[in-house]
């Protein structure tokens, strides 16, 4: 008897697999939130303030420990559901219910979404109630249109061609650059004036430049293609990324050209085919029988960039079915399989570059018009890594995917600066605009663990035999150059 007690006792002494599982998550939370504490605590738990004339310190332990607190419960919720060590792991194989679904919705939802996309001035004047109350939401609806159409283009290069581009910023200068010299040229405006009226090159400046900003940033990329041609991977995106760097520093330093950090101000407006939007007899709404109203214009730009992105779209669509794009998704998915197939690398390279950075030049012609002034301060990395975010957050070679992560970052980044009932929770001195990377970096965080291949994970195949059926992002190369 004796022995079997000494026997039982310690079986019983043993702690249960489930306290132990919940012993580690806490004991790891606990760790997170104190490494937490020592990265927040002199980035948030300290503001510079100013008393009496010099500079100071204030303390904010309350928000501090909130966002403490916040990581730790955070990082044990996970620990006990989504990391536990009891959690089966699943399988898959093929696309997930989500997944199948959205490819039956997925030729509904794109005609709702361009409906909804062309509709969007209407709806935010009846929203707001009135044209110039929607001014914000429009210029956010130009905002989320132009990180559209670059996402789209860097599609070509990282989701098609598997080409990581780090200094796609870099053809987005080129081409408002472009347009901004060229359009305050005097020797140019001088030649039209004196052949077709002094207002001719300033009504239809944008509208002949906005080719040739695509054409010179194509340009630029094949320049950018010939010295990365045997490069991959990580070797590829250092190169790409210090070539972002020296366009920036060219324009900065290059002051004789392009004005250096003081950048190019007065640019010409964009103009309704010649038709200038101004108060004048001959202004856009004198000819259609209208009272004058600044918001024309911005209702026109907004167009204008709705057209140019659906122009980026049709092409990316066409030339994915044409040879030079299934040799992109070739070299993608293998490049060694790409060259023994015969297919020329160096043109197909060549090609992703100069079509994406076509594209990027179209986006950077319009943002000059748009903001009537440039400056390199305009064209950082932060808007290639956006751009790449963009892309990747969408799923890699998804248009719509592409479309829906840029409405989501840059349409939710904006919302955050209208989040003012945060300052009952964390105080009166909480500002939410500063904390947007950080909010940003979270979802990109949560996005990259549930969602690994985007938020959309199926591709339409390019060429298929009798059905055509979706293709799951398990078997679609990510694409790493």
């Not at 361009?114 to 969007?120: N, Y």
């Not at 405006?189 to 400046?205: H, I, P, R, S, V």
């Not at 990580?234 to 060219?250: M, N, P």
């Not at 060694?336 to 100069?354: D, E, P, Q, Y």
Request: proline content about 4%; charged content about 15%; some cysteine.
């Amino acid at each position: 008897m004796a022995v079997q007690l000494a026997e039982t006792a310690p079986a019983s002494a043993k702690a249960s697999p489930s306290n132990s599982v919940v012993g580690e998550a806490f004991k790891d939370a606990l760790l997170t939130g104190l490494i937490a504490l020592g990265l927040f605590a002199p980035l948030i738990g300290f503001e510079t303030v100013v008393i009496d004339g010099l500079l100071g310190l204030a303390y904010r332990p309350k928000l501090l420990a909130i966002m403490v607190g916040i990581i730790f419960f955070g990082r044990l919720i996970l620990n006990l559901t989504v990391w536990s060590p009891n959690r089966k792991p699943t399988t898959r194989s093929g696309p997930s219910v989500f997944d199948r679904a959205g490819t039956v919705i997925g030729p509904t939802v794109k005609p709702i979404l361009l409906a909804f996309a062309v509709g969007f001035p209407a709806i935010a004047a009846y929203g707001m109630g009135g044209l110039n109350e929607s001014r914000y939401l429009i210029d956010l609806g130009i905002l989320i249109l132009t990180y559209v159409m670059l996402g789209w283009g860097l599609n070509i290069v990282v989701g098609l061609a598997g080409l990581l581009d780090l200094g796609y910023v870099a053809f987005y200068a080129v081409g408002a650059y472009t347009y901004a010299l060229l359009a305050t040229s005097a020797p140019i405006n001088d030649f039209f004036a004196g052949l077709l009226g002094e207002t001719f090159w300033a009504n239809w400046a944008f509208w002949i430049c906005l080719p040739m900003a695509g054409m010179f940033a194509g340009l630029w990329g094949m320049i950018l293609g010939f010295p990365v041609l045997r490069l991959r991977g990580d070797y590829l995106a250092i190169v790409t990324l210090a070539f972002g760097e020296i366009i920036r520093l060219v324009l900065i330093n290059w002051t004789d050209f392009t004005g250096g950090g003081a950048g190019i101000a007065s640019i010409p407006r964009a103009t309704f085919f010649g038709i200038p939007f101004n108060a004048s007899e001959d202004g856009f709404a004198a000819l259609f029988g209208l009272e004058f109203n600044p918001m024309h214009r911005i209702i026109f730009l907004y167009f204008v960039i709705l057209a140019l992105a659906l122009i980026t779209a049709f092409a990316t669509v066409r030339l994915r079915k044409l040879p030079v794009g299934r040799a992109w998704e070739a070299l993608r998915e293998d490049e060694i399989a790409c060259r023994s197939l015969g297919i020329n690398t160096t043109n197909v390279k060549l090609s992703a570059f100069a079509t994406g950075a076509m594209f990027g030049g179209f986006a950077g012609c319009f943002f000059a018009v748009r903001a009537g002034f440039v400056s390199p301060e305009s064209f950082t990395f932060d808007i290639s890594a956006m751009i790449l975010a963009i892309v990747v957050l969408g799923g890699m070679g998804s248009q719509i995917g592409v479309a829906v992560s840029a409405a989501v970052m840059m349409g939710g980044m904006e919302m955050l600066r209208n989040l003012g009932f945060l300052k009952q929770v964390f105080g009166n001195d909480f500002d939410p605009s500063l904390y947007r990377m950080l909010i940003f970096g979270f979802a990109m965080v949560a996005i990259m663990v549930w969602k690994p291949r985007g938020l959309v994970s199926t591709r339409d195949p390019t060429i298929f035999l009798k059905e055509r059926k979706a293709v799951s992002g398990d078997l679609v190369k990510e694409g790493h150059g």
